[in-house]
C-alpha cells in the first residue's frame, strides 16, 4: 500500500527513534575516528574545550582533520574556510535534494534536521523515499546517532586516543566507503544513474590529479547534480 504525502512528511518521535536505532551499528565505527580525531586535534595543539565544541558544533569528520593540517601558531583563515567549505560543498546538493521532503516542516525542525545530516544517512533516507517510504526519522534519528557517537568518539580521543594509533592499519578507514558504496549499488538501477555517477566520477578523478587540494568534492558533486539537473528523470 503506498503511504500518502503527509505521512512521507511525517517526523515523530517513534519514526526518530526507529532511525536512531537503525543507524546505532553504523555509528558504533563513528566512535574510532572520533577517537582518532580527538587524539590529532589534542596533538596539534588545540584544548579540550575547543576540541568538544569543534566535533559538537561542526560534525563533519573530513574537515575537521583537514583543519588540523592548517593548524599552528598562526591559523591562516581564508585557506581554512576555503577548504572547509571544499570539503562540505556536498552537502549544498544534499540538502537540494532534501528539500521536496523538509518543506512542509517547520522552519525550527528543517533546520534541526539538517544540523545533523551526513553521507549515511542521507543516502539511507533518500533510500527510502525512492521506495515511497518515509525517510525523515531515518534523516533525523540517524543523524543524531552518527552525532552522538562521534561526540563521544572524539571525547575518548582525548582521554584514551593513544590505544589505536593508526585506524587506517585495522581498515576501518574503509566502513563508511563500502557502506556508501552499498547503499549506491542497492539503489535505483538505469541508464541516467549510470551515466551520472560515471560523469561524476570521472570528474572527481581530473579534479583529483590536476586541481587543487579537496576540489575533487565539489568537482564530482557538481558534476553529477547538474547532469542529474538537466537530464530530469520521467515521471510515471
Known amino acids: 500500500m503506498a503511504n500518502t504525502d503527509a505521512e512521507l512528511h511525517a517526523l515523530s518521535r517513534h519514526d526518530v527513534w526507529a532511525g536512531f536505532k537503525q543507524l ?23 584544548d579540550s574545550y575547543s576540541i568538544m565544541l ?22 591562516p583563515l581564508v585557506p581554512l574556510v576555503v577548504t572547509v567549505f571544499a570539503v562540505n560543498a556536498r552537502h549544498l546538493l544534499m540538502g537540494a535534494t532534501l528539500y521536496p521532503w523538509l ?11 539538517m544540523f545533523v545530516v551526513s553521507d549515511a544517512n542521507w543516502a539511507m533516507s533518500m533510500q527510502a523515499f525512492s521506495r515511497n517510504e518515509p525517510g525523515l526519522g531515518i534523516l533525523f534519528g540517524g543523524g543524531l546517532a552518527l552525532w552522538t557517537f562521534w561526540v563521544l568518539g572524539t571525547w575518548l580521543g ?10 587506517v592499519s585495522l581498515g576501518l578507514d574503509m566502513v563508511m566507503g563500502c557502506f556508501l558504496l ?55
Open 103 to 113: 518543506r512542509q516542516l517547520p522552519p525550527s525542525k528543517r533546520y534541526a534536521v
Open 182 to 236: 552499498a547503499m549506491v549499488v542497492g539503489g535505483k538501477k538505469d541508464l541516467r544513474m549510470a551515466i551520472v555517477w560515471i560523469v561524476a566520477g570521472c570528474s572527481s578523478m581530473l579534479a583529483y590529479w590536476y586541481l587543487p587540494a579537496n576540489s575533487h568534492v565539489v568537482a564530482g558533486a557538481l558534476a553529477g547534480g547538474i547532469l542529474g539537473a538537466l537530464w530530469m528523470e520521467k515521471q510515471n
Open 24 to 46: 546505532t551499528p553504523i555509528s558504533l565505527f563513528v566512535v574510532v575516528f572520533g577517537l582518532a580525531f580527538g587524539l590529532a586535534a589534542a596533538q596539534a595543539g588545540l
Open 158 to 167: 582525548l582521554y584514551f586516543g593513544s590505544a589505536i594509533h593508526d585506524p
Open 54 to 75: 569543534m566535533s559538537g558544533l561542526v560534525f563533519a569528520g573530513a574537515s575537521q582533520f583537514a583543519s588540523l593540517e592548517l593548524w599552528g601558531t598562526h591559523v
